[in-house]
């Protein structure tokens, strides 16, 4: 079973960042410019949580992974531009 994830970071170093912004790509959407959505099964969680972990600095860096609801993201309020937030053939928009 897949789950919904908002996951943001705050990574100190650009070369890191770039790594963590291209490991991300890989696994969700680009919702802000640090900040994706994810639906990752339990392997896929733990993948990209192995993938972040070679990657960051765990004393200067900082990745969220935020679990929410479907319902909760329907509830994403935007201000300025959209994206469009896509659950396996849903469109949150």
Known sequence: MRKNYLVGYDI??????????????????RIQYSFFHCFLSTRQKKQMREQ??????????????????????????FLGFRINIQIEGIIIV
Do not use: H, W
Not at 18 to 28: H, Q
């Open 12 to 29: 100190s170093d650009q070369k890191r960042l770039s790594k963590v912004a291209k490991v991300m790509s890989n696994f969700g959407t």
């Open 52 to 77: 972040l972990n070679k990657i960051i600095n765990d004393k200067q860096d900082q990745i969220l992974i935020l679990p929410v609801t479907e319902k909760q993201l329907r509830e994403i309020e």
